[in-house]
């Protein structure tokens, strides 16, 4: 348990390096006595999530509603561990691939 819930830190550590705009937010949201704000933004996020095709709604939500509810149950951390690790595999593999085609092309 406290492996995974290491790991939950280290991502919303990269997060928070990633965009430096919400360190504060992130570290606010953080702390053990937000737990009353977390887990309700986290379920509010989900929903929004879940209805992305919506104008305003963006499926951005579903994933960040899920890493707020993991820091409060121990059960999501595994599976959101995995799922983010495995995402920003597949998004640097995504990404390094574009810019190597765009390389070739000039």
């Known amino acids: ?22 360190a504060g937010i992130l570290a606010h ?14 379920i509010v996020l ?9 104008p305003v709604l963006g499926i951005w939500m579903l994933p960040l509603g899920l890493l707020l ?3 409060d149950l121990a059960f999501l951390q595994g599976p ?4 983010i690790v495995r995402g920003m595999r597949k998004w640097s593999t995504w990404s390094r691939a574009r810019r190597d085609k765009k390389r070739s092309k000039r």
């Open 80 to 83: 959101v561990n995995t799922a």
């Open 46 to 54: 989900i929903f929004g999530g879940i209805f992305s095709f919506l």
């Open 69 to 71: 509810l993991a820091l």
């Open 29 to 42: 949201l953080r702390r053990p006595g937000a737990r009353w704000f977390r887990i309700p933004l986290g």
């Open 1 to 22: 348990m406290l492996k995974s819930r290491a790991r939950l830190n280290r991502q919303f550590d990269r997060i928070a390096r990633h965009i430096p705009q919400t």
